[in-house]
Nanobody, 125 residues
């Protein structure tokens, strides 16, 4: 069974950092582009970042550019989202998603086939 499991969320003060992990089980991530998405209460889901199969191509939303970094370790079957300089408006449930593809990545949810359950990130003093 193909599964994505996110971890690393929690409560952090403004200006702090968290590293989210997206671990795959039941399949190898080598052939999958990965996207990170977030959804805050009462708001639509938005694409945060994505990374291609090789890691050679990444994409970020303007609101996280320069603060968040996506990376992948295919040997560990895991993709990471390093989040620095966190702001209260970053508070949301963060989810990862996977799409088997050889072509880049996209920050559109409809592109992806498999989704994790999400991990809560709360930025508050």
């Amino acid at each position: 069974q193909l599964q994505l499991v996110e971890s690393g969320g929690g409560l952090v003060q403004p200006g702090g950092s968290l590293r989210l992990s997206c671990a795959a089980s039941g399949f190898t991530l080598d052939y999958y582009a990965i996207g990170w998405f977030r959804q805050a209460p009462g708001k639509e889901r938005e694409g945060v970042s994505c990374i291609s199969t090789s890691g050679g191509s990444t994409n970020y939303a303007d609101f996280v550019e320069g603060r968040f970094t996506i990376s992948r370790d295919n040997a560990k079957n895991t993709v990471y989202l390093q989040m620095n300089s966190l702001k209260p408006e970053d508070t949301a449930v963060y989810s990862c998603a996977a799409k088997r593809t050889a072509v880049g990545c996209y920050r559109k949810g409809v592109f992806y086939d498999y989704w994790g359950q999400g991990t809560q990130v709360t930025v508050s003093s």
